[in-house]
């Protein structure tokens, strides 16, 4: 049991008396007296004295106060009621024990010209006494008092331990403690082994540092002779004494090789150095001063060279993905390439930073024996020796530093040879849910097959996709496959050499990074919307949305970017095949693309002409869909009353046919339209003026040879709420009531001649409508055009006829609004303009545009174009309105001499070759818009490679027949 420090003393100062009045008896309280100061308690007398704060009862039982009581070197403890020594002190919060004392966790910082004392700043002249001066925060010795590794502190009085210093700028190292770079370049100076001027050469050893030194003039070279041997490697030092900004260049003798430290970059310049052979080099010392204030002045100089154990090498596999680093730390940038299995090796620099004066790559057969040395350019593929060995050695360094930015990153393939029908194993680890890629490069001519298993098991095939691309006319075309894995494990990809010849190869796999999955459930629109966070996507680099559905579907796909060129879009399934795919559309991508299956499909994002530097944002929508057999027919009823409006559209994949039919309530066809042919994407509209009343029926028959997938059929029936013959120069006015979001009105006009019409509707802020112009009979829309507060149609020309006007509440239209009709007199009338902009088309092509002024419809359109260029079938020419619309007009087909001279819609025709993206279709396809505003056309390189020469856009432009 513990007791307090008092009981003890009381008990100890009783025991006689206790034992001297009691014998063995136990005290009781009939046989023990208590005397003055002391009352009985728990079978003893102890002392009733109850001291005040800051005293304590001392063993004669009276009161002291603490600090008298406790003896010199020890101090009283409140807590354990005792006097404790200084060691076993313990601090309070904030503080901590240091040398005995309580002092606090964080001691003060001091301004300049005071110094920590005591916890308090003061005054430095009143702590640095004779003998001492003030150096930051100590006074030191003027003569030196502490050891090599010490330094004195005025604060504690004794010195302190230096061993972890770090040195500051113009300080350096020098047995453990920091000291003046001048005065240790003087002392070390001294120490020269080789002084510039007697002829020595200066020869690295293994052994000791060898110190140079001189004493040289503004704009002078001093240079030296160094001995040194291949596979050393140096770490040179060069010190100032006297004027600032040294540097120096260590080079060969016939200058093809040098490293240099550059004056000014840093006090001490410094360059660990590969010597690349048994060579004497040249080291020249230079000031680089150009102020004429040291014109007349000498400087002192002083230098080390000192030879370094060699760095481990990092050992490379081109699998793991590209290598980085920062080509300033010359020792991290020694690596290890197994090459034992592989035929050629190749690199290229992916990257080479700004401030990098002639990066290179050496190539050396082991760290002491040196192969050859390569120039690091982005961009460029380097093809390297392999010496028949099973491991090769790369050094990456450069020439000369002038900033921070000296990161690097290179890209490793390598290739296998392969005899006719041989087979690559290559084992792959993927976990459920992630894309393989297969990457294959070779010459156009020889083509890979591929199989993919997992557990023995046929996961994926793909025979003589692989092929280089048999468009291009490069040595080598790199081809990209992937495979789905649906399930996690390890699988076994096999290349097969198809062909009938020795194939050497790039092969190799790749993870893809996949980002969101949209799930398509049901057979209603649905949206989806994601953004790709991150650094967007580089040359080569596919990024990857997936969409999921139980059952056949429809998508429609839009990519849009923050920055960064317009992205390119394919479709895959599961297989690795491609559905569709869309170029550069030079704004908004949009994809649409039909899934036949139930199943995972890909949407693969690619840049453009450059790279997408910033966030990918994709919106969706998709539905399940039916699939019709031929002659199968789908149907939709309607009640209508006399003039109601059935409008709707219809949609479905191209390449097959569909009738279409209106039965009125007795059974009688009193619309049909037969062998619809419609292109992918493309939308039917249709609007009927019923004469009801009663029930309609519209079907749609599939007449074509092959499954279709079924049609996408919107329609709904519409009252009409006015009708009007229309008159030139006259204004007609309607106000409306409030419609509901979705909500449609009608007004039927006949335009007894042809006329330009203008439609304008007005409504509330924040309310939006849009308005359709249709022509009533055929369905075709003539108008159209969405905004808030006020919608207006481009004036559009009508010939005779009858029309209807649609007013479709995009959001609630609540104040209601007001519809107004004009017409005036049609004009015919010609427009051309012409621009000569001598543009080059190069990698990324060539652009120009033309601005009509005024075309509100084009009735006829051609197109002159004058251009030249070597490959012109691998040119692809688009046209695109002011309205959007775009089409191409050549696509990768040979032109006459290398040109493509003449007019389209006269002396040059639409051409498509077989493999080209696109296909091209007549100018005439622009007939029918508006063609008021820019018109651009774009000459897309479909096939560029680096050294083609480019061509020249020389001229252009457009002859336009106009109405309005």
């Known amino acids: 049991m513990r007791r307090t420090f008092w009981k003890l003393l009381a008990m100890a100062a009783l025991a006689g008396a206790v034992v001297a009045g009691c014998g063995d008896d136990e005290p009781t309280e009939t046989t023990l007296e208590c005397g003055a100061n002391t009352q009985f308690e728990g079978g003893y007398c102890v002392p009733d004295a109850r001291c005040d704060d800051g005293e304590i009862v001392t063993p004669r039982g009276s009161c002291a106060p603490q600090d008298v009581f406790c003896g010199e070197g020890s101090v009283y403890d409140a807590e354990l009621q005792q006097c404790v020594s200084p060691s076993e002190i313990r601090c309070g919060e904030g503080t901590e024990e240091r040398d005995g004392q309580c002092v606090v966790e964080e001691p003060l910082h001091c301004s300049d010209q005071t110094v920590l004392v005591n916890s308090t700043c003061e005054l430095a002249e009143t702590v640095c006494g004779e003998g001492t001066q003030l150096e930051m925060p100590y006074c030191h010795l003027t003569e030196e008092a502490c050891g090599n590794a010490a330094q004195w502190d005025v604060a504690t009085g004794e010195c302190v331990d230096l061993e972890d210093v770090t040195c500051g700028d113009t300080t350096v190292e020098q047995d453990d403690a920091c000291v003046p770079l001048g005065s240790f370049a003087e002392q070390l100076a001294t120490e020269a082994d080789v002084t510039y001027g007697d002829g020595q050469p200066i020869v690295p050893s293994d052994e000791e540092q060898v110190v140079f030194a001189g004493t040289m003039e503004q704009s002078v070279v001093h240079s030296f002779d160094v001995d040194g041997s291949e596979g050393q490697w140096l770490e040179v030092k060069l010190y100032s004494i006297g004027l600032p900004s040294p540097g120096f260049d260590f080079r060969d003798q016939g200058a093809n090789w040098r490293r240099s430290a550059v004056a000014g970059m840093e006090s001490v310049p410094t360059r660990t150095v590969l010597v690349p052979a048994d060579d004497t080099f040249s080291f020249d010392v230079v000031t680089r001063l150009s102020d004429s204030s040291f014109a007349d002045q000498s400087w002192r100089y002083v230098g080390t060279v000192d030879v370094v154990d060699a760095p481990q090498a990092y050992d490379w596999d081109f699998d793991d993905g590209n290598l980085d680093g920062d080509l300033e730390l ?128 046929l996961k994926y095939e793909v025979e003589e996709v692989l092929a280089g691309n048999q468009l291009s006319y490069a040595e080598a075309q790199t081809k990209r496959q992937f495979f789905y894995a649906e399930e996690s494990g390890e699988y076994v990809v096999e290349f097969h050499n198809t062909s009938t010849s020795t194939v050497t190869s790039f092969l190799s796999t790749s993870y893809a990074d996949l980002k969101p999955t949209f799930a398509i459930d049901g057979h209603q629109w649905q949206q989806f919307e994601a953004t790709l966070d991150g650094d967007g996507a580089g040359e080569g680099d596919w990024k990857f949305a997936l969409v999921t559905t139980p059952t056949p579907a429809i998508v429609e796909v839009e990519i849009d970017i923050t920055s960064g060129t317009t992205p390119n879009a394919r479709i895959y399934d599961t297989d690795g095949v491609e559905l569709e795919r869309v170029f550069n559309s030079f704004g908004t991508t949009e994809i649409d693309f039909l899934a036949e299956e139930a199943g995972t499909y890909f949407v693969v994002i690619k840049p453009g002409f450059t790279a997408i530097t910033g966030d990918i944002e994709i919106s969706m929508q998709g539905r399940e869909i039916d699939l019709i057999e031929p002659g199968g027919v789908i149907e939709e009823t309607y009640d209508v009353e006399t003039f109601d ?52 029926t519209l079907q749609v028959e599939n007449t074509g040879e092959s499954t279709l997938v079924a049609p996408l059929l919107e329609s709904e029936v519409s009252n009409s709420f006015a009708s009007l013959t229309l008159e030139a120069e006259v204004e007609y006015s309607y106000d409306r009531p409030s419609l509901e979001e979705g909500e449609s009105e009608f007004l039927i006009f006949q335009s007894p001649e042809t006329l330009a019409v203008t439609v304008d509707a007005f409504m509330g802020l924040d309310q939006v409508g849009v308005l359709r112009v249709y022509e009533v009979g055929s369905g075709n ?159 897309h390189n479909d096939n560029w490679i680096v050294g083609d020469t480019p061509g020249t856009l020389h001229s252009w432009g457009l002859n336009l027949v106009c109405e309005g």
Request: proline residues 5%; contains cysteine.
């Open 645 to 696: 409006i059935l409008h709707g559209h219809l949609s479905y994949e191209e390449g097959d046919h569909v009738d279409v039919r209106l039965i009125n309530p007795n059974g009688v066809l009193v619309f049909e339209e037969t062998q619809l042919s419609l292109a992918s994407g493309q939308k039917w509209r249709f609007m009927e003026l019923f004469p009801g009343p009663g029930e309609f």
């Open 330 to 457: 010359t020792k991290y940038n020694f690596i290890a390439i197994d090459v034992e299995e592989t035929g050629e090796v190749f690199l290229s620099a992916e990257y080479v930073g700004d401030d990098v004066e002639e990066a290179t790559l050496e190539v050396w057969a082991s760290p002491q024996e040196f192969v050859e040395r390569h120039d690091m350019v982005e961009g460029e593929e380097i093809a390297l020796d392999v010496l028949d060995r099973s491991t090769i050695y790369l050094h990456l360094d450069a020439a000369a530093f002038h900033g921070a930015n000296t990161e690097y990153e290179i890209r490793g393939t390598a290739t296998e040879t392969l005899e006719p029908g041989q087979t690559f194993d290559h084992p792959v680890v993927a976990e459920e849910g992630e894309v393989i890629f297969l990457s294959h490069q070779n010459q156009p001519t020889q083509p890979m097959a591929a199989r993919v298993y997992l557990d023995d098991e």
């Open 781 to 939: 829309v003539v108008g159209e055009n969405e905004s808030m507060l006020t919608v207006e149609t481009e004036a559009f020309t009508q010939a005779q006829g009858v029309y209807a006007i649609q007013f479709e509440a995009v959001t609630n239209i609540d104040d209601g609004y007001e519809l107004t009709l004009s017409a005036e007199e049609s004009t015919i009338f010609e427009v051309n303009e012409s621009r000569s902009p001598g543009t080059s088309i190069g990698e990324l092509g060539a652009q120009d545009t033309i601005t009509i002024a005024s075309c509100p419809n084009v009735q006829e359109i051609d197109m002159d174009i004058d251009l030249s260029d070597s490959w012109t079938s691998e040119l692809i020419i688009y046209l695109t309105d002011p309205v959007g619309n775009q089409h191409a007009l050549w696509a990768l087909t040979s032109g006459p001499g290398g040109t493509i001279t003449g007019n389209f819609n006269e002396t040059l025709d639409p051409e498509s070759d077989p493999f080209s993206p696109v296909t091209a279709v007549p100018i005439s396809e622009f007939e029918g818009t508006n063609g008021t505003g820019q018109w651009t056309l774009y000459v």
